[in-house]
């Protein structure tokens, strides 16, 4: 079978199968070819990692169909290439969702989220997109379908090998199609935003609510050097029956008094969160992306206290439940430097720092700068996983290792 490739000799290495047979052919023909490819979905991602080296892109985006869902069995089995606005859709028609908001949800595939291992930055209940997956069909590099779970919630028959995927951006192969456990969604949902001038009001009142088992599914602080809002702004999800929800937002709304906190906005429609979901997303070539994570959860006082201090334009998206923040810094003269102090000061506090989004030349000469925050026995893992799988280094040569 002759590759399906477009006709526009700008694009000439785009091959876009529209069955599993022809995806199959595609990478079995490449391959055997030894010839360099990527898989992409909605290409909403190529900028995280290092920048691809390959001459063939393979995309999913005809492979959109959905293969099995029956609600009642709370679990769906799509192709990688549906969009994710696609199956929320789906899945909504049944009052069902997977448990988390991906980010740029219009773009995104599923198959593009799987790889790249990212539940968005509010994830409910801390599940994870690993955690919803159980079951993977790929293809390796001989052409062949692999199978590993499958369309059932409770599975112990095997490795869950299908885990190895999650995160991976495609180096141990194309995926063609994914299983997802999928979950009733609340009946009713609002969020709170309350508003701090310091970060340790925030915290002393985030600190309180988190062990509660009080169906909040996720406290996110948002900072930024917006003017005219309160420096800190704590988003408070809350999920569960009207009286629950209600009873909730009374204590939240009772104890932020307490803390020095102050009411920004109360809103009941379940899409608010747009600015948080796709926070990280859409930069432009003069921002510059870092996550920063601390085993110890909340504590990430001393880059705060930075931050508060220092003349960089940036926006600060804290996730204390997981341990994590996001931010955003724009562009300037003097960045390297920053990033600099920046390191030092997660070297000081244990916390880990990662590069996720710059523009290829910032990433250049950032590249020394993080490359000792991985750790070696991982990747020595990954580089013998990686040769099984790839022998030839041709499925997204360089994006990772």
């Known amino acids: 079978m002759k590759l399906k490739t477009t006709n526009d000799q700008s694009l000439i290495n785009n091959h876009y199968p529209n069955s599993k047979n022809e995806l199959s052919k595609i990478v079995n023909d490449l391959y055997k070819n030894k010839q360099k490819m ?26 959109n169909k959905v293969i099995d869902y029956n609600p009642s069995d709370l679990t769906v089995t799509v192709e990688s290439g549906m969009k994710v606005e696609s ?63 499958g369309q059932v919630v409770k599975n112990v028959s095997g490795y869950d090998l299908h885990k190895l995927y999650i995160g991976t951006q495609g180096m141990f192969g194309p995926i063609y199609s994914i299983s997802f456990k999928v979950y009733p969604k609340p009946n009713y949902e609002t969020q709170v935003i309350v508003g701090f001038e310091n970060y340790e009001d925030v915290i002393n009142i985030t600190k309180k ?19 005219k809002r309160k420096l800190y702004e704590l988003f408070c999800n809350i999920s569960g029956t009207k009286n629950v929800v209600d009873y909730i937002q009374k204590s939240i709304t009772e104890d932020i008094k307490l803390n020095n906190g ?55 998206l804290i996730n204390p439940s997981i341990g994590s923040i996001s931010l955003l810094i724009e562009n300037n003269d003097n960045i390297l430097s920053y990033i600099d102090e920046i390191s030092e000061i997660s070297r000081l506090n244990n916390y880990k720092i990662i590069l996720d989004y710059s523009n290829i030349s910032l990433r250049n000469r950032l590249r020394n700068k993080f490359k000792n925050n991985y750790n070696q ?3 020595n893992l ?20």
């Open 209 to 227: 609510y988190l062990p509660l088992n009080w169906n909040i599914p996720r406290l996110a602080i948002y900072s930024s050097n917006k003017p």
């Open 382 to 401: 990954t580089t013998l996983l990686k040769k099984n799988y790839d022998p030839q280094n041709l499925f997204s040569p360089g994006k990772i290792l």
């Open 38 to 63: 990527i898989i992409l979905g909605g290409a909403t991602k190529t900028e995280y990692g290092n920048p691809y080296s390959s001459v063939h892109n393979v995309f999913t985006s005809e492979l």
């Open 377 to 379: 026995s991982i990747l």
């Open 262 to 316: 102050s009411l920004v906005e109360v809103n009941n429609d379940i899409n608010i969160p747009v600015n948080l979901d796709d926070f990280g997303y859409n930069l432009n070539e003069d921002q510059l992306s870092i996550r920063i994570l601390s085993s110890k959860n909340s504590d990430f006082q001393h880059i705060v206290n930075y931050f508060e201090n220092c003349k960089l334009n940036f926006q600060l």
């Open 87 to 149: 199956l929320m859709n789906l899945l909504s028609e049944n009052n069902q969702y997977l448990g988390y908001i991906l980010p740029n949800k219009k773009l995104s595939s599923i198959g593009g989220s799987t790889a790249y291992g990212y539940s968005g930055n509010y994830r409910f209940n801390d599940i994870h997109i690993r955690d919803s997956i159980i079951g993977i069909e790929a293809i390796n590099y001989k052409g062949d379908f692999i199978k590993s779970g």
